[in-house]
């Protein structure tokens, strides 16, 4: 069964460095995005990325972070200076379709997370 | 700003037994409501799915009930397995069922004791 791929599992940086989280999505999928879970918290939307754009963004999604698809296959979260509070688990995930349709074939497939720890 | 609320952070039941999980909102706008469930380590998978303009759907084991008027949707397993044991997290969908921008609850952790 197809599915989205996360690198790397677990990443450890230090507070005011640069991360960049790397997502693989399906591979007919045209809809992007990057959810994360601070521990013990909900899972929150950060982005929407689609035709090579940012379609929605979150108020978590600041001036901080910035997406790309570099090229036919990846999809990169950049968070371009750390803070302590970054530190959750960032999910990955892709869809066929912008809308959910009643047999759910076409819903957001996620990552297995890439969890990041920010000192 | 809770949108979407599971006020029971975990739950246990007995194999074979029925196990229920609840969900409220308070977005009206809210027109579509997903249920996921998640295995440590892995990520949220889907299971099961609910329109506003419907107030039951079935899947095999799962059946989720949509009560709008309370603002309220409940998944129900039945019979429930050690399998099932995982953290179910409801999800909430305005503007036609867009993906983009889904709310979630917290998570109810189910245990299914054999």
Not at chain 1, 101 to 115: K, M, P, W, Y
Request: charged share 20%; aromatic share 12%.
């Amino acid at each position: 069964e197809p599915e989205v791929t996360q690198t790397p599992s677990h990443q450890v940086t230090q507070m005011g460095q640069e991360v960049i989280l790397r997502c693989v999505p399906i591979s007919n999928h045209l809809y992007f995005y990057w959810y994360r879970q601070i521990l013990g918290q909900k899972v929150e939307f950060l982005v929407s990325f689609y035709n090579n754009e940012i379609s929605e963004k979150s108020e978590i999604f600041d001036d901080q972070f910035s997406v790309e698809r570099p090229d036919g296959s990846n999809f990169t979260l950049k968070i371009r200076s750390t803070k302590l509070e970054d530190s959750a688990m960032y999910f990955c995930a892709s869809s066929s379709r912008r809308q959910v349709i009643s047999s759910g074939a076409n819903v957001l497939t996620f990552g297995a997370g890439s969890r990041l720890t920010v000192l | 700003d809770q949108q979407v609320k599971q006020n029971s952070p975990s739950l246990s039941v007995q194999e074979g037994r029925i196990s229920i999980l609840n969900c409220d909102y308070t977005n009206s706008m809210f027109d579509y409501f997903l249920w996921y469930k998640k295995y440590p380590a892995e990520g949220p998978t889907f299971l099961i799915s609910i329109s506003s303009i419907k107030d039951k759907n079935e899947d095999g084991r799962f059946t989720v009930f949509l009560n709008k008027s309370a603002k309220h949707l409940s998944l129900h397993i039945v019979p429930s397995q050690p399998g099932d044991s995982a953290v179910y997290f409801c999800a909430a969908s305005a503007d036609g069922g867009s993906q983009g921008n889904l709310i979630f609850g917290k998570g109810t952790k189910l245990s299914v004791k054999p």
